[in-house]
T-cell receptor, first 113, second 114 residues
Framework: KQEVTQIPAALSVPEGENLVLNCSFT??????LQWFRQDPGKGLTSLLL?????REQTSGRLNASLDKSSGRSTLYIAASQPGDSATYLC????????????FGIGTKLQVIP | DAGVTQSPTHLIKTRGQQVTLRCSPK?????VSWYQQALGQGPQFIFQ???????QRGNFPDRFSGHQFPNYSSELNVNALLLGDSALYLC?????????????FGNGTRLTVT
């Protein structure tokens, strides 16, 4: 059974800092990994999708890396802003079946002005 | 371009009752998945629909059932509600069943069971 762990559970940083969120998964036979952002009481917004054959993806101030063999992914946020405050969720899709996705619990990020 | 829309946004039900939640996928998407997100937890996969059939199911009891219509919209039904069914129910859509596809989520339905 795939398990996804995200560390830290919560993070508070001053505005402008660069930060790294971590995600680990137990079954390396993944098809892809996706990072999402969730604002309180809202749905999920897709940030980055990394296919299993890729090492990283970048979008603006966000960069996500994937090391499938070690079961790890990181989300790097450059020059953090108060608007980045949200919960960040990591989700993996296993190979060999339909799109059954397993999520982590998320990292709650607060960026202090 | 309308994204994934869910209705209602909030719902309060009593234990033992039945509830129906609705989802319209993003334009151009034909696959719908449902997730349950308890407070402080990550979303848990309930099931996925494609071509009006349930294709994949997570570890949820038969009290949870669904349907997909010819226009790709979907319903999630929960019978004999329990207090533990209180959660945010999220619908996600994608264009087909391919595993390399990105999921697009709606804003969810907040269900409270009293």
């Amino acid at each position: 059974k795939q398990e996804v762990t995200q560390i830290p559970a919560a993070l508070s940083v001053p505005e402008g800092e660069n930060l790294v969120l971590n995600c680990s998964f137990t079954d390396s036979a993944i098809y892809n990994l996706q990072w999402f952002r969730q604002d309180p009481g809202k749905g999920l917004t897709s940030l980055l999708l990394i296919q299993s054959s890729q090492r990283e993806q970048t979008s603006g101030r966000l960069n996500a890396s994937l090391d499938k063999s070690s079961g790890r992914s990181t989300l790097y946020i450059a020059a953090s802003q108060p608007g980045d405050s949200a919960t960040y969720l990591c989700a993996v899709s296993l190979s060999g079946g339909y799109q059954k996705v397993t999520f982590g619990i998320g990292t709650k990020l607060q960026v202090i002005p | 371009d309308a994204g994934v829309t869910q209705s209602p946004t909030h719902l309060i039900k009593t234990r033992g009752q039945q509830v129906t939640l609705r989802c319209s996928p993003k334009s151009g998407h034909d696959t719908v998945s449902w997730y349950q997100q308890a407070l402080g937890q990550g979303p848990q996969f309930i099931f996925q629909y494609y071509e009006e059939e349930e294709r994949q199911r997570g570890n949820f009891p038969d009290r949870f059932s669904g349907h997909q219509f010819p226009n790709y919209s979907s319903e999630l039904n929960v019978n004999a509600l329990l207090l533990g069914d209180s959660a945010l129910y999220l619908c996600a859509s994608s264009p087909g069943l391919g595993q390399g596809l990105s999921l697009h989520f709606g804003n969810g339905t907040r269900l409270t069971v009293t």
